[in-house]
């Protein structure tokens, strides 16, 4: 099943179960945590790459839902505004990190005073075929996402990871959907750099129908 | 369309979020332009990448926390069920329980050790007069302790424990001393020690300091036919 598929359940009128998370009902309470807990912990581990920081983002995160929802207003969705609360407790986290850490995420495109390209892609990983295996894949994937600025990293887990609307997105980081779209390209131009080797195997399928297509 | 205007709106077209004619004049332009169409397989290729990585699963725990967490915001700590069902067992009659097992934690109070940990002492023991030291308290949050066990552990022998005191009275972490201390029974005490206890920290010259107190807890569970109550 796709992440997509997996989704979510509907809740089926949002406003009456605000209405209930406002007045602090017990249930109301556990079925916002059955829903919004693995996408949060999804969207969190993406973005951070780590377990038990992503852990620690889940709870500040619904710690900081369960107090600011008297006051939610429905002004956005409460899925959008959930979102929104997640991915600032995981911007706050990295910054922390940012702060002790002594290193930032080096973008692709960085250019050295002397010229050269601070990061060589060069491909030194394991043969081809084992590339396909899913494990390998999925690292790679975390490796190439934790190599992404925030900004990029944070659309590109909101759009191919979770599925948020070109929309939601825009209403969750509070930005226009120019933007989105722009952060968005982006972000895939530096993916698609990253794991070449992996979307050449990938790719191999489609590129044959393509083929055939053209009559050769 | 020209490749220039494709290629800017490729991504667009792979999200689905193009009107219908845009999206056909890109297909048109996909089936006879070599080079557009092999970037839109790139571009394919990643989007199913992306989709294909398995959702990470949260750690255990993880949704207890937060159930513990929300019921504080809920304006009640205790899980209602047990609420109710506390309200059962009080009752003289015999009423079969509800569902799952309540368990009540009687404490058997302090302490046979105490060891402090304060950062800016260096004299030994013996250079602290001991009346100016008192020792960490735990206390019962509520008169009595209601502790909803998920995994229905029936913990038949009392358990003994000795545990790191921070000066806000919260748990540090503990080791078992004696009794069980299999995964399920350790998950449980994590979520009775980390959560629901609070004990009076120990406090050195009238301020609160770590500490360190053994507690031995005691399960006395409710079967249907007979409630004990222990107030």
């Known amino acids: 099943m796709s992440n997509f598929e997996i989704g979510f359940e509907f809740v089926e009128n949002e406003v009456a179960f605000v209405d209930r998370l406002q007045v602090g009902s017990d249930e109301a309470f556990e079925t916002l945590i059955h829903l919004y807990q693995a996408p949060i912990y999804n969207v969190a581990y993406r973005i951070l790459g780590d377990a038990s920081e992503a852990s620690d983002a889940v709870q500040e995160t619904f710690m900081k839902i369960f107090k600011g929802i008297k006051t939610f207003r429905g002004e956005c969705g409460l899925k959008t505004w959930i979102y929104r609360i997640a991915i600032s407790e995981s911007l706050n986290r990295q910054r922390w990190w940012k702060r002790w850490r002594l290193h930032a995420p080096v973008s692709i495109d960085d250019i050295a005073p002397n010229g050269s390209r601070l990061v060589e892609i060069r491909d030194s990983g394991p043969s081809p075929e084992s590339v396909c295996a899913q494990r390998e894949m999925e690292r790679q994937v975390q490796k190439a996402l934790d190599g992404l600025s925030f900004e990029h990293r944070v659309a590109v887990v909101l759009r191919d990871i979770e599925g948020l609307s070109y929309e939601e997105i825009a209403e969750a980081l509070g930005l226009s959907l120019g933007t989105v779209k722009s952060r968005l390209w982006r972000a895939r131009s530096e993916m698609k750099t990253r794991l070449e080797s992996i979307l050449k195997c990938q790719s191999r399928k489609p590129q044959l129908d393509a083929f055939h297509s053209r009559g050769r | 369309m020209e490749c220039k205007k494709v290629l800017k709106l490729l991504d667009e077209y792979v999200d689905d979020s193009l009107s219908w004619q845009e999206a056909e004049s890109i297909e048109r332009h996909l089936a006879s332009c070599s080079g557009c169409a092999g970037e839109f397989n790139e571009l394919k290729s990643l989007q199913q990448v992306m989709r294909s990585l398995s959702r990470r699963e949260a750690p255990e725990g993880l949704d207890l926390r937060l159930k513990i967490l929300a019921s504080k915001y809920t304006g009640e700590w205790i899980p209602a069920g047990a609420i109710n069902r506390l309200r059962d067992s009080l009752q003289p009659l015999a009423i079969p329980a509800v569902s799952g097992v309540v368990l009540t934690c ?32 735990p206390q019962l949050l509520y008169p009595s302790q209601i502790v909803q066990w998920e995994n229905f552990q029936k913990v038949k022998e009392p358990i003994t424990l000795e545990a790191e005191v921070r000066q806000d009275g919260t748990v540090r972490n503990y080791t078992v001393l004696k009794g069980p201390s299999d995964p399920a029974t350790l998950r449980s005490l994590d979520q009775f020690l980390y959560f629901e206890v609070r004990i009076d920290p120990a406090t050195l010259f009238g301020r609160p300091t770590p500490g360190k107190v053994t507690l031995s807890l005691s399960f006395y569970p409710t079967i249907n036919e007979k409630i004990d109550v222990i107030g």
């Open chain 2, 106 to 137: 009687v404490f058997f109070i302090p302490l046979l050790s105490i060891f402090f940990t304060g950062a800016n002492l260096n004299a030994s023991d013996a250079d602290i007069p001991s009346g100016l030291f008192t020792e960490p308290r």
